[in-house]
């Protein structure tokens, strides 16, 4: 087996709150975290289902990202017993996963909307709060900014692990931030896709999006200690079509299957999936068609976590990974959130209760638009 | 670097006036105007590309070039890493006006997917009919260099026979909001273009070598540490036959390179900036750019760039002779 990466630590803020800690409530009852309406200004943003910060505690202002980053982080050091002094993060790794970060452009817009013609989309690129994050923390390794739309911060998870696979270096702080804007919100809008999150649901009809963060510390195992450890990963693209992924699900299998090599570890050994499962009719079915692909018709467990904090784009590889390791620790494999009745096309079901939590080897699916597919996997525990 | 040795196997740059040759560069004075690459799209891939933006038929159409010019068919599992610092800024401009601008705030549904981050890597894969790897990195002015690094990696440590890395970005209208947003003084030349590296691990009819990628803490008390560390690698790699060019990044300030000066010898510059102009990735154009023409003998390149909070990256590349 190759050497697998430790998760030394891990810290989330969501629409569930501040802390993984309140995002593992939610989950253990069963209980989702969107509004109605968006925080920002949008026609049609009244009915629309979001998953969204406190706008108490994170007001939408230039702040909004380096204050639910630093809270994530903070909370990532604290959940490895490190705080802001250590020297632990000087010589590690930066990589960000984030799917563009528009929403400060729309509000410098819309301040300076009532003077002069105002300057659209006056910042700098993706890369300028890496950058920044960097320069605050003291961080002297690697610093880059990974943006493959929602597989981002699962693939700043992936190089990540790479680097230290390879020695390169040996620690790494890997964030996913998503700040929803009216940009996203409008895109997704014009292309029809938005509604309530039933992932697997004979019901569903399309996406939620949330905002989220999450801040994970990864280093090599070098003592095998490791309680939750990166041990496969694997990235394709499916050129089939640029949002939709082909349905056939011969991808999908395909990285999933490159990521179980990678870890070493055979489709038998998969103790649960957490499942990509946005709630969107075709990636649903192409998600389960790919399943038995690899697994047969006797598939594992799975489970979606959308339906608590949306999807959350460039965000979800880290924030839906720490979502779900933390609900491990805290000795449960949440139920997907939104699922009721199962669809006569699929003849599957996903996880609509909560089961126990036990060692073993787990599977994290993320998919995305540009054909971006993305399978970790993950060991939890002593096996 | 430790493994396999990464060879250089082809390139291509193109540049602001779709100049794919040594012979079509030309000297930049002004703001060079956006060439129509549609053509040349269509001329390397045999499709259309009218719905794709210009800064996709830069990174379609020199992908493309690198790749024809290698000549050899490559595994459907080569790794693309693309970087750029602004991606699709034209038309992320267009969606967010759109948005923004208007009142009921919609946008085009076309507009806003060839403005997400993944879209432009999945159109130069499926021109490349690539399924493997495919990775868009975005870190400012020096995006490149850590898709370089990335890159090299994936065929140094064995996880790849091949690796396609290219970088690639667009100007956009008002000038003044473009070099605002890329934080650049008014009298430079706002740039654009791409440029397109196929590694591999078979020294066949190889173009030439990375050597190394290095990045330096350039702040504080490190403020001329750099200098000396990357001195050291220029020494460590050089032969007596080598010559050793300097393609000074767009960051890279008069005092930086003097500073070089005063500890490499013999060192000519290649302003390659002058052909494309500045840019986040500018230095995809000027490293691929070395291999517009054959190499009497040996040359080593070393490329530098700062970032504007204080970090220094060095790539360092052989062009073979031949």
Same mark, same amino acid.
């Given at each position: 087996?190759?050497?697998?990466?430790?998760? !030394?630590?891990?810290?989330?803020? +969501?629409?569930?709150?501040?802390?993984?800690?309140?995002?593992?409530?939610? $989950?253990?009852?069963?209980?989702?975290?969107?509004?109605?309406?968006?925080?920002?200004?949008?026609?049609?943003?009244?009915?629309?289902?979001?998953?969204?910060?406190?706008?108490?505690?994170?007001?939408?202002?230039?702040?909004? @990202?380096?204050?639910?980053?630093?809270?994530?982080?903070?909370?990532?050091?604290?959940?490895?017993?490190?705080?802001?002094? +250590?020297?632990?993060?000087?010589?590690?790794?930066?990589?960000?996963?984030?799917?563009?970060?528009?929403?400060?452009?729309?509000?410098?817009?819309?301040?300076? !909307?009532?003077?002069?013609?105002?300057?659209?989309?006056?910042?700098?690129?993706?890369?300028?709060?890496?950058?920044?994050?960097?320069?605050?923390?003291?961080? !002297?390794?690697?610093?880059?900014?990974?943006? *493959?739309?929602?597989?981002?911060?699962?693939?700043?998870?992936?190089?990540?692990?790479?680097?230290?696979?390879?020695?390169?270096?040996?620690?790494?702080?890997?964030?996913?931030?998503?700040?929803? +804007?009216?940009?996203?919100?409008?895109?997704?809008?014009?292309? $029809?896709?938005?509604?309530?999150?039933?992932?697997?649901?004979?019901?569903?009809?399309?996406?939620?999006?949330?905002?989220?963060? @999450?801040?994970?510390?990864?280093?090599?195992?070098?003592?095998?200690?490791?309680?939750?450890?990166?041990?496969?990963?694997?990235? +394709?693209?499916?050129?089939?079509?640029?949002?939709?992924?082909?349905?056939?699900?011969?991808?999908?299998?395909?990285?999933?299957?490159?990521?179980?090599?990678?870890?070493?570890?055979?489709?038998?050994?998969?103790?649960?999936?957490?499942?990509?499962?946005?709630?969107?009719?075709?990636?649903?079915?192409?998600?389960?068609?790919?399943?038995?692909?690899?697994?047969?018709?006797?598939?594992?467990?799975?489970?979606?976590?959308?339906?608590?904090?949306?999807?959350?784009?460039?965000?979800?590889?880290?924030?839906?990974? *720490?979502?779900?390791?933390?609900?491990?620790?805290?000795?449960?494999?949440?139920?997907?959130?939104?699922?009721?009745?199962?669809?006569?096309?699929?003849?599957?079901?996903?996880?609509? #209760?909560?089961?126990?939590?036990?060692?073993?080897?787990?599977?994290?699916?993320?998919?995305?638009?540009?054909?971006?597919?993305?399978?970790?996997?993950?060991?939890?525990?002593?096996? | 670097?430790?493994?396999?040795?990464?060879?250089?196997?082809?390139?291509?740059?193109?540049?602001?006036?779709?100049?794919?040759?040594?012979?079509?560069?030309?000297?930049?004075?002004?703001?060079?105007?956006?060439?129509?690459?549609?053509?040349?799209?269509?001329?390397? *891939?045999?499709?259309?590309?009218?719905?794709?933006?210009?800064?996709?038929?830069?990174?379609?159409?020199?992908?493309?070039?690198?790749?024809?010019?290698?000549?050899?068919?490559?595994?459907?599992?080569?790794?693309?890493?693309?970087?750029?610092?602004?991606?699709?800024?034209?038309?992320?401009?267009?969606?967010?006006?759109?948005?923004?601008?208007?009142?009921?705030?919609?946008?085009?549904?076309?507009?806003?997917?060839?403005?997400?981050?993944? *879209?432009?890597?999945?159109?130069?894969?499926?021109? #490349?009919?690539?399924?493997?790897?495919?990775?868009?990195?975005?870190?400012?002015?020096?995006?490149?260099?850590?898709?370089?690094?990335?890159?090299?990696?994936?065929?140094?440590?064995?996880?790849?026979?091949?690796?396609?890395?290219?970088?690639?970005?667009?100007?956009?209208?008002?000038?003044?909001?473009?070099?605002?947003?890329?934080?650049?003084?008014?009298?430079?030349?706002?740039?654009?273009?791409?440029?397109?590296?196929?590694?591999?691990?078979?020294?066949?009819?190889?173009?030439?070598?990375?050597?190394?990628?290095?990045?330096?803490?350039?702040?504080?008390?490190?403020?001329?540490?750099?200098?000396?560390?990357?001195?050291? =690698?220029?020494?460590?790699?050089?032969?007596?036959?080598?010559?050793?060019?300097?393609?000074?990044?767009?960051?890279?300030?008069?005092?930086?390179?003097?500073?070089?000066?005063?500890?490499?010898?013999?060192?000519?510059?290649?302003?390659?900036?002058?052909?494309?102009?500045?840019?986040?990735?500018?230095?995809?154009?000027?490293? @691929?750019?070395?291999?517009?023409?054959?190499?009497?003998?040996?040359? =080593?390149?070393?490329?530098?760039?700062?970032?504007?909070?204080?970090?220094? $990256?060095?790539?360092?590349?052989?062009?073979?002779?031949?």
């Amino acid at each position: 087996m190759r050497k697998a990466i430790k998760i !030394k630590g891990m810290g989330v803020v +969501s629409s569930c709150g501040t802390g993984a800690s309140a995002l593992v409530e939610r $989950m253990r009852a069963g209980q989702g975290s969107c509004r109605s309406g968006a925080s920002f200004p949008v026609s049609f943003g009244a009915g629309i289902r979001l998953n969204q910060f406190d706008p108490d505690k994170y007001p939408r202002n230039d702040a909004l @990202a380096d204050a639910v980053i630093s809270a994530s982080i903070d909370e990532a050091l604290g959940d490895a017993g490190l705080d802001r002094n +250590s020297s632990w993060l000087s010589d590690a790794a930066l990589i960000v996963g984030a799917s563009g970060m528009l929403y400060d452009a729309e509000i410098i817009y819309n301040r300076e !909307k009532s003077g002069t013609k105002p300057a659209p989309v006056a910042v700098r690129g993706p890369g300028r709060e890496t950058t920044a994050i960097a320069a605050r923390l003291g961080i !002297k390794g690697p610093v880059m900014t990974v943006t *493959t739309a929602c597989t981002s911060s699962a693939n700043a998870l992936m190089l990540a692990a790479g680097m230290i696979r390879r020695k390169e270096v040996t620690k790494a702080l890997v964030i996913g931030i998503e700040v929803l +804007s009216a940009f996203t919100l409008s895109g997704f809008y014009s292309l $029809m896709l938005l509604s309530r999150c039933r992932p697997f649901d004979a019901t569903r009809r399309g996406i939620q999006l949330g905002e989220a963060c @999450a801040a994970m510390l990864l280093e090599a195992d070098d003592e095998m200690d490791g309680n939750v450890t990166l041990c496969g990963w694997a990235n +394709s693209c499916d050129t089939h079509n640029v949002i939709s992924t082909n349905v056939d699900g011969v991808f999908i299998a395909k990285v999933m299957e490159d990521a179980l090599s990678s870890a070493g570890i055979t489709a038998k050994e998969i103790a649960c999936v957490k499942a990509h499962g946005t709630g969107s009719a075709d990636n649903d079915a192409t998600e389960v068609m790919a399943m038995r692909l690899l697994f047969g018709n006797d598939l594992p467990p799975y489970t979606g976590l959308k339906g608590y904090i949306g999807h959350t784009l460039g965000a979800g590889g880290a924030v839906e990974t *720490t979502a779900f390791f933390k609900a491990l620790s805290a000795g449960f494999i949440p139920a997907t959130l939104g699922f009721k009745d199962v669809d006569p096309a699929l003849r599957s079901a996903p996880l609509f #209760a909560p089961i126990e939590a036990k060692p073993g080897y787990y599977m994290a699916n993320f998919f995305g638009f540009g054909g971006n597919n993305t399978s970790l996997v993950f060991r939890y525990g002593k096996v | 670097m430790t493994g396999n040795t990464v060879y250089i196997l082809s390139a291509a740059a193109i540049g602001p006036s779709s100049d794919t040759a040594r012979e079509q560069r030309r000297l930049l004075t002004e703001d060079p105007h956006t060439a129509d690459l549609s053509a040349l799209v269509k001329e390397l *891939t045999g499709e259309e590309s009218r719905r794709i933006g210009h800064f996709a038929q830069l990174a379609v159409a020199c992908s493309r070039l690198a790749l024809n010019r290698f000549k050899k068919t490559i595994t459907h599992m080569t790794p693309l890493y693309l970087a750029t610092g602004l991606g699709e800024v034209q038309n992320t401009l267009s969606v967010f006006e759109q948005v923004m601008g208007t009142g009921d705030s919609l946008c085009s549904p076309y507009g806003f997917v060839n403005a997400v981050s993944s *879209t432009t890597a999945f159109h130069i894969a499926k021109a #490349a009919s690539l399924n493997g790897k495919n990775v868009t990195i975005s870190q400012e002015e020096l995006s490149f260099e850590w898709a370089i690094k990335l890159a090299a990696s994936d065929v140094e440590s064995g996880e790849a026979e091949y690796a396609l890395v290219g970088g690639a970005d667009e100007s956009s209208q008002p000038r003044q909001e473009h070099m605002r947003r890329i934080r650049l003084n008014d009298d430079q030349v706002m740039g654009q273009g791409s440029g397109f590296l196929l590694f591999g691990r078979n020294a066949d009819n190889a173009a030439g070598e990375v050597i190394d990628v290095q990045w330096f803490d350039s702040s504080g008390e490190e403020k001329n540490a750099w200098v000396l560390k990357i001195a050291r =690698l220029v020494e460590r790699y050089r032969k007596r036959t080598d010559r050793v060019i300097l393609l000074p990044g767009f960051r890279l300030e008069q005092g930086d390179i003097a500073a070089l000066y005063s500890r490499i010898t013999f060192m000519p510059v290649n302003n390659y900036l002058n052909f494309c102009g500045c840019f986040h990735t500018a230095s995809a154009f000027g490293i @691929a750019s070395v291999f517009d023409t054959p190499h009497e003998r040996d040359t =080593l390149y070393l490329h530098v760039n700062n970032n504007a909070s204080g970090r220094t $990256m060095a790539v360092l590349i052989r062009a073979f002779a031949g």
